[in-house]
């Protein structure tokens, strides 16, 4: 059973850095495409960053301040986020199995993967 765990969210102010992690269980973590979504207050879910195959993505909102990685042996994403904003606040999601349509990404319904969540503020 596939299993996505975040942690290290929290409260920060405009300007502060937090590095969000995510523990991934039941399937070859460096074999998928993995990333991070938000979902800020009221908004849909979109995605921030993803790693696939090496490569690495990010959406025009997180480029230059957020770094995603990856540890292979410990099976375990990361996102290291710098400079954040107060538009940065909201639901910090894992998730496996992305699919791509253009500069797109998503988690198909069948062989996609979400975690809980962790909730990020930042206050100005």
């Known amino acids: 059973q596939v299993q996505l765990e975040e942690s290290g969210g929290g409260s920060v102010q405009a300007g502060g850095s937090l590095t969000l992690s995510c523990a991934a269980s039941g399937f070859t973590a460096s074999r998928d495409y993995m990333g991070w979504f938000h979902q800020a207050p009221g908004k849909e879910r979109e995605w921030v960053a993803v790693?696939?195959?090496?490569?690495?993505y990010y959406h025009a909102s997180a480029k230059g301040r957020f770094t995603i990685s990856q540890d292979n042996a410990k099976k375990t994403l990361y996102l290291q986020m710098n400079s954040l904003k107060p538009e940065d606040t909201g639901m910090y999601y894992c998730a496996a199995g992305l699919e791509n349509a253009g500069l797109r990404w998503y988690v198909p319904g069948d062989g996609g993967y979400w975690g809980q969540g962790t909730q990020v503020t930042v206050s100005s």
């Open positions: 790693i696939a195959s090496g490569s690495r």
